[in-house]
């Protein structure tokens, strides 16, 4: 590639210098052959020159066309992008605040919904304990924790209040406040065992597994 | 095997020389009938080949050539790694101006395998100009004729003041940086 551009340049200076060193021959003295000569040269320029002009006018006109089509679709894709940017950085606010914020509230929100079906269920069963294990009569002066007026109710919810409450510590003592024929039947079903070494005490059992 | 030389022989009266070499040898013959078939003033030689090295029997037979044209299909890579390979047989002196590319079948640009950047940059690298046509249309290819022809008359030196070396900078597309 070098070595023909070298070639190319000695080539090209040959011919510089040829035409350098030659001067414009006389064609003929006669002024009117040289005057119709040049008349004939000059037609002959005035016709390419009009051919080029038509060209490059042509030429011209496409470029433009080509250019205002180019530039109208850069505006709409301009356009695209701005609203993509705008519809972007809404997203990207709302994004960040969320992460903050949105997780504590998911939180907190799940905790009190936790919190309330625990509340309902605690309520539940102790309508059904109260419907189905009615205090014996004689004992009513037992202490009631719970909103379950039951004495079988409140061995329970003590029971499953101390397995939540203390998970190292889930023994209740069984005293005179518990009728014994309910504590005989959480032991029969296996809802509550005895502790190994101490009678007196039990806990709950997951029996539902 | 001879090298092609620009100069060692002696040009002859009036007339001149074109040698077209490609692979496709239906689209040669077209060409050269339709620059046969163009109005001129002086004689032509209109030789054909599938590549080069011309067959050294014939060489004392054969004149002077003015102008070497290769024909390049964008639609086969053969063509132009044989367009490729005969030009290392040319004389160095050919690429001041006597040389050019014809390029067809870029009409369908799925089916070419040829890149285009590789077709510019063989233009760019011997300094050759790179003409486009397509010679499966009638039109073109007079027109191409008649280019061709034009620039046979100036690399023969028919036309006073204007030389061969002219193309390669007088013939750059406008799209070329």
Known sequence: MLSLLTMRVKALTAEYNQWQKRSPEIISTNPDVLVALGKEELQKVDHDLEMVLSTVQSKNKKLKEDVKREQQWLDEQQQLVDALDVTHEEMKNQVVQFSEKRALQ???????????????????LGEFLEEHFPLPEEDESAKKKKKSPAEEPTVQLRLINRLMSTPHEPYLTINDSFWPPYVELLLRYGIALRHAEDPSRIRLEAFHQ | MSLVRPFDKLPTLNS????LVGTDERRQQQLAEAILKEKKNFKI???????????AERDHV????????????????????????????????????KVCFLITGVGRMNHCSVEMNA??????????PVLFC???????????????LRMLQICAGHVPGVSALFFSSLMKSSIDE
């Open chain 2, 62 to 97: 054969r004149p002077r050539i003015d102008l070497i044209a290769f024909m390049i299909n964008m639609q086969s890579k053969h063509s132009l790694r044989n367009v490729e390979a005969s030009l290392s047989h040319i004389d160095a002196n050919f690429f001041l101006g």
């Open chain 2, 119 to 128: 077709v510019r940059k063989l233009g760019n690298l011997y300094c050759s």
């Open chain 2, 16 to 19: 001149a020389a074109i040698l």
């Open chain 2, 45 to 55: 030689n209109i030789h054909v080949a599938t590549s080069l090295p011309l067959p």
């Open chain 1, 106 to 124: 998911e939180m907190k929100s799940k905790m009190l919904k936790i919190r309330a079906y625990k509340e309902e269920l605690l309520s539940a």
């Open chain 2, 134 to 148: 397509e010679l499966d249309s009638e039109g073109i290819r007079v027109a191409t004729a008649q280019r061709l």
